[in-house]
């Protein structure tokens, strides 16, 4: 099974998390934790998640997501969400953390939601 | 189908174990006729059975086991996991989609499971562990999926098994 990988890149303030693979439980919530920590360290606090090619995410992988979110939002950053595939959206909706996630399909204006009054 | 097929597999209390469960039950569920829909969801709750036998009824304990059953009745496919935990009740488990529980980074397994497979229910096991079982109806024999939950329908109530 793919296993998950994570590059991260500037786009402006903002650090855009391109992840592929698999989010389960395993090396692959414990890379996301460990990129979120890594990134947090580094004072990146406007994250944007590209999930544009995860094909699978389990509980473990939405409790990795929470816990990003919590922790950024804990340094007064913002997480957000781009490029969901419909699994990892119907995923979202059906636990109802749709509408706690900013969700995006298009980067440029993602980018462009962040507030840049953030610390 | 006309006869009853069986699959007992014993699994070891590490995550590798999660995945082995998926590639097992994805591969008789794809023999079964299931479609590609039916066959995430199969695999996603025997992902979420073996996660919560490996992490919340064993501890996450090496040197206890994880008993996984398949069975494929002429209507439907059975999968039972069983752990060698203190056992549970569904009761007692907190609703992920309360207010004060969707920023809780757990607790979604059990809910995951409801929602994807046509009956769910947890029992006392022969280990003293907790037993999950849960079914999916196979397709019909015109070849339509004979299930109607989709991944929307999660206010449903379960069916008993």
Redesign the interface.
């Known amino acids: 099974?793919a296993l998950l990988q994570a590059t991260y890149r500037d786009a402006g303030a903002v650090t855009v998390l391109d992840l592929s693979g698999r989010i389960?439980?395993?090396e692959g919530s414990a890379l996301l934790r460990s990129t979120i920590r890594e990134l947090l360290a580094d004072q990146r606090v406007r994250i944007l998640v590209n999930l544009g090619d995860i094909n699978y995410i389990?509980?473990?992988g939405?409790?990795?997501l929470?816990?990003a979110?919590?922790a950024v939002k804990n340094r007064g950053g913002e997480l957000k969400l781009l490029h969901l595939t419909k699994?990892v959206r119907?995923?979202l909706?059906?636990?109802?953390?749709y509408t706690?996630f900013d969700v995006h399909s298009d980067e440029v204006t993602a980018l462009r939601s962040f507030d840049k009054t953030t610390v | 189908m006309a006869d009853q097929k069986h699959l007992d597999v014993t699994l070891e209390t590490q995550v590798e174990s999660v995945n082995l469960a998926e590639e097992m039950c994805l591969r008789v569920a794809e023999a079964a006729g299931f479609d590609e829909d039916d066959c995430y969801r199969i695999g996603m709750s025997v992902r979420e059975g073996v996660i919560n036998a490996f992490h919340y009824g064993n501890q996450e304990r090496p040197e206890k086991k994880i008993y996984l059953a398949v069975d494929l009745t002429p209507d439907k496919m059975v999968i039972h996991v069983l752990d060698e935990g203190k056992g549970f009740k569904l009761g007692d488990v907190p609703n992920p989609l309360a207010e004060e529980n969707l920023l809780s980074t757990s607790g979604r397994g059990i809910f995951l499971m409801r929602s994807f497979m046509d009956e769910f229910d947890v029992v006392p096991g022969r280990t003293g562990g907790a037993e999950i079982i849960m079914s999916k109806k196979l397709p019909s024999a015109n070849g339509q999926p004979s299930n109607d939950n989709d991944m929307g329908d999660h206010n449903a109530p379960p069916h008993q098994a």
């Open positions: 099974m389960t439980l395993g389990d509980s473990s939405i409790g990795e929470v816990s979110f919590t699994k119907d995923l909706q059906i636990t109802k953390l706690v």
